[in-house]
């Protein structure tokens, strides 16, 4: 198995423009979890489905954060307007089952 | 919800020494504690993990230990090489809180050779 895919690796955007993230989870894994990195925050859940279907969005920083899961094999998040304080590192996991996450290797955004 | 502390931040060691990492959580009703490692420019990848049912668990150099009651668990690395240096987390998961895992700040392993 290739592993949770995410794309793009680094993604640069000016303020203001819409940015998409996405993911691609282990075929067969029932949850998918966002996170966000930041050396000042930390590893910070967004939000998770299981079986498709949004769980729990508590997470999701503001209205312009939006994330979806369409199929059992793909999701995206996506940021609108986009803003300098969302630059981080942003990262899908995968699991079946809900524990023993895999992450994929990541988006690092930089919103100048 | 949830919250997990976790000490030191950095941590430098002589290969060949032990490594220990320690973690607090503040919901008792938290069943779950995985530990990752973070390498530069990779995810986090699971190295052990620990249910509530057990207090300790060992694989090859690392073992964890759990002790529900004073609600704290830790990472021991022994004989550290080089490839041990990495970022390492702590992680916690509440029943209550399905399957959402809460992490600690990391800690920074240096193996010096």
């Known amino acids: 198995d290739a592993g949770v895919i995410q794309s793009p690796r680094h993604e640069v955007t000016e303020m203001g423009q819409e940015v998409t993230l996405r993911c691609k989870p282990i075929s067969g894994h029932d949850y998918l979890f966002w996170y966000r990195q930041t050396m000042m925050r930390g590893l910070e859940l967004l939000i998770y489905f299981n079986n498709n279907v949004p769980i729990d969005d508590s997470g999701m920083p503001e209205d312009r954060f939006s994330a979806k899961m369409p199929n059992a094999s793909f999701s995206t998040l996506k940021i609108q307007p986009s803003e300098p304080r969302d630059s981080a590192v942003y990262f899908c996991a995968s699991s079946l089952g809900g524990q023993a996450y895999t992450f994929g290797s990541g988006t690092r955004l930089t919103v100048v | ?113």
């Open chain 2, 1 to 113: 919800g949830e919250n997990v502390e976790q000490h030191p931040s950095t941590l430098s060691v002589q290969e060949g020494d032990s490594a220990v990492i320690k973690c607090t959580y503040s919901d008792s009703a938290s069943n779950y504690f995985p530990w990752y490692k973070q390498e530069l420019g990779k995810g986090p990848q699971l190295i052990i993990d620990i249910r509530s049912n057990v207090g300790e668990k060992k694989d090859q150099r690392i073992a964890v230990t759990l002790n529900k009651t004073a609600k704290h668990f830790s990472l021991h690395i022994t004989e550290t090489q080089p490839e041990d240096s990495a970022v390492y987390f702590c992680a916690a998961s509440p029943k209550a809180a399905g399957n959402k895992l809460t992490f600690g700040g990391g800690t920074r392993v240096l193996v010096k050779p």
